[in-house]
């Protein structure tokens, strides 16, 4: 199905040549041969500096949610901002649904309309569209780049290159600043065949993450798509591939523009914006990924990572062994007191039976997957039974398509719920599975935490990540794990999907205020609407209590700050502090909180004996006191910056770690001054909650642009030498080290 080569390889006359034989075969040297990829043609045109090792991006236009563009918005008026330079669009899609923060959620929204008005942006309101769709069908362009707040900002099927990151960068870009990083390696995905009937987008994502994901392939690169299956592709299944590049790690994805983009994008009334895209012969890769698409199966990822993927035939031939995995899966990861129920108790007649299906958000919730769903379904019911099904589509374009044609009508009549265009399931706020009960989901994401469980209540659920196809095959069967491929005739996804676009929607409710900005119009705040608290710039030494220590393989960012209920306080960073980490370590809170308070206390008055005793015997004068989360690899999953931001609201000065798991979530901890501290593979790190961790001339060495901290680890009554690094650190991200965070340092700037 897949064949990976971790190697530079050229693309030439239709096939691979190895880096080693290129010059045999006349090619040019791999630097100069890079310049063919799609990737480098779109980077250089967006580049604003002549170095192309080091780039300094400049985005066409960027995206928020409601759960980040307060604090985006928040952050880059205190930073000096006047009006938003380039085009923003404010999306309303993770909109929270629930009286947990009073009225704060449609509070968000109104001061997300006036902000529009005053700084001059577009205001997509809430039910309208969900983030991604709505720039695809209104943005995403051949040779554009776009840059969003939410890690699955993927636009590369209509050859738009776009980047999720977290808040501090669209604020940067909102600053009139660059995107910098350095020049990402660039990894050919080459498509051959047609996938078979029951096949669908979300398997052969899946298939791809579980082969990527563990050995990181990708991490940080980009995926260039091509080769002859992508012709076999509709717009809707080149998307629902894409948009799931996200959870292999890699920076960013881009795709050939062909006639079928083109097509497409006349429908959306764009056709203008089209222009022809493909790698040049003799282009240069650094890694080949190839893909059978007509050998893909239908896939199910299993609690708790879309990499923990198999095909359904081989879950259903190994249900005892892989379910009994889940189960410990999930007393390791939610550190449970009590064991829950086996999952295996739901294997009845050798048959796995599931609780709930959900098909929805950017990924599941396409015109393409809710039709081939509803024809499976047409004229069928899914049953009185426990199993019951949701249907969110993506769009309200593409809600009234379907509507128009029927396919809503025949999932209503199946026994299906039909939900608004809303992010919900996929981020833990909408279709909460029953305690104990397993969900099998068309959406980005199956972590802790995002299904709305409580593990600190006793209460667990459990999600799966399988196609819409293989989703509706199960509710055919009344619950009954099914794969799509297992039907006697399952539909077959054209590479044309005949559809038709009606934006009126848009037109009624949407606010267009690009480029219009109006100085006069107030920002309406909400009372729970706060502005950042004051951070401090870098001391010249630091002493660390290290206040959460987390040994899991990777932690991600739902568990640094989980999403759900949590969105309620979006809007205000101390109340929202208050979840950081409550569902991994509830005691991190506290903890932070003690640390914090004393160093408020030796900003204000040094000679408080507390003062003293905290210091250890450091000088209050010199020596800052902050907290520290240790982690094996932070940061996979959502681009959030709350999963840094709230550990510095907390006083948070650091994190240590092995390996950062994506590069937004190192960007976020710089863009908040919190020092990305990693140590050396192998390096022994037996630190415990409590425990010390001493960095002298901390100020001297970033100033100095060093990358080696030596340090000390008061640990178990011991003081045991250890060793910091700060690699890969550019003179920028070293200032907004020193000065704080990035609001002081452009706010310091704006003041000069």
């Known amino acids: 199905m897949l064949k990976i080569t971790c190697e530079g390889v050229y693309y030439k006359n239709g096939g691979f040549v190895p880096a080693k034989d290129g010059p045999a075969a006349g090619l040019p040297a791999p630097e100069k041969a890079r310049e063919g990829t799609m990737a480098h043609a779109i980077l250089k045109a967006h580049n604003t500096g002549d170095n192309m090792e080091e780039l300094a991006i400049r985005f066409d236009a960027m995206a928020s949610h409601d759960i980040t563009y307060v604090g985006i918005i928040q952050t880059a008026r205190a930073s000096g901002m006047q009006a938003f330079p380039l085009p923003y669009v404010l999306t309303n899609c993770h909109n929270s649904l629930c009286a947990v923060g009073g009225t704060i959620n449609e509070d968000d929204h109104v001061f997300g309309l006036s902000a529009a008005k005053k700084y001059g942006g577009e205001f997509v309101p809430a039910h309208q569209s969900v983030i991604h769709s709505y720039m695809r069908e209104r943005y995403a362009a051949p040779g554009r780049m776009i840059l969003g707040s939410d890690s699955h900002t993927r636009y590369g099927a209509y050859g738009t290159m776009a980047i999720g990151e977290g808040g501090p960068e669209l604020a940067r870009q909102l600053l009139s600043k660059t995107y910098n990083i350095p020049y990402p390696k660039v990894i050919a995905i080459y498509l051959t065949g047609t996938p078979i009937p029951g096949v669908g987008p979300q398997d052969v994502a899946l298939e791809l993450i579980r082969s990527t994901f563990k050995d990181g392939v990708v991490k940080n690169a980009v995926m260039e798509f091509f080769g002859p299956g992508v012709a076999n592709l509709s717009m809707d299944y080149r998307s629902g591939i894409d948009v799931m590049t996200t959870e292999t790690t890699c920076l960013s994805s881009i795709w050939p523009a062909d006639h079928t983009l083109k097509a497409h994008l006349a429908v959306l009334g764009r056709g203008e914006a089209f222009k022809p895209q493909a790698p040049a012969d003799g282009a240069y890769y650094d890694g080949l990924i190839e893909v059978e698409l007509d050998k893909i199966r239908p896939m199910i990822a299993l609690p708790f990572h879309p990499s923990n993927a198999y095909t359904i035939q081989e879950f259903q031939e190994n249900l005892d062994e892989l379910l009994h995995q889940v189960d410990e899966d999930t007393v390791r990861q939610l550190k449970l007191k009590n064991r829950p129920a086996s999952l295996r108790e739901k294997i009845v007649d050798g048959k796995f ?59 209503m009549a199946a026994g299906a719920s039909i939900r608004s265009c809303f992010c919900g399931p996929c981020f833990g706020a909408g279709d909460v599975p029953a305690n104990g009960a397993f969900s099998i989901r068309h959406s980005t994401r199956n972590f802790p935490n995002r299904e709305g469980s409580k593990p600190s209540d006793g209460q667990v659920s459990y999600v799966a990540l399988m196609d819409a196809r293989s989703i509706a095959a199960t509710a055919l069967n009344g619950g009954v794990l099914t794969g799509a491929d297992e039907l006697p005739a399952p539909p077959a996804d054209p590479a044309e999907e005949p559809f038709a676009y009606d934006d009126t929607p848009y037109k009624a409710r949407v606010y267009f205020g690009v480029g219009r900005p109006d100085p006069g119009q107030e920002l309406v705040f909400g009372p729970n609407i706060a502005d950042w608290p004051e951070q401090v710039a870098l001391p010249e030494n630091l002493l660390l209590t290290v206040c959460s220590a987390i040994y899991d393989p990777v932690t991600t960012t739902d568990e640094l700050i989980p999403s759900g209920e949590t969105s309620s306080y979006r809007s205000n960073p101390v109340k929202l502090s208050e979840f950081a980490l409550s569902r991994k370590d509830p005691q991190y809170v506290p903890r932070a909180k003690e640390v914090l308070a004393v160093e408020r206390l030796r900003r204000t008055n040094p000679g408080d004996p507390r003062v003293g005793e905290a210091l250890l015997g450091h000088d209050p004068a010199d020596t800052g006191l902050g907290s520290l989360v240790m982690a094996l690899k932070p940061g996979d999953g959502s681009a959030r910056e709350q999963a840094a931001s709230c550990q510095r609201v907390l006083g948070g000065c650091a994190n240590i770690c092995y390996e950062f798991a994506t590069k937004r979530y190192r960007s976020n901890c710089v863009n908040w001054g919190v020092l990305p501290f990693t140590l050396a593979e192998g390096e022994d790190f037996p630190c415990a909650p409590g425990d010390y961790i001493f960095v002298p001339d901390v100020k001297a060495k970033v100033l100095a642009g060093e990358d080696t901290f030596p340090a000390l680890a008061l640990t178990g009554g011991e003081v045991k030498p250890l060793t910091l690094y700060l690699k890969n650190t550019t003179a920028e991200e070293r200032e907004l080290l020193l000065t704080g965070c990035l609001m002081n340092h452009y706010a310091a700037q704006n003041k000069a």
Do not use: H, M
């Open 353 to 411: 039976r599931v609780d709930q299906g959900v098909i929805a958000g950017c990924s599941g919730g396409t015109y393409q997957n809710i039709v081939r769903a509803a024809q499976i379904l047409d004229g069928r019911a899914i049953g009185s039974g426990e199993f019951w099904l949701s249907v969110y589509p993506t769009s309200q374009p593409v809600n009234l398509e379907l509507t128009r044609r029927g396919y809503i009508a025949s999932l």
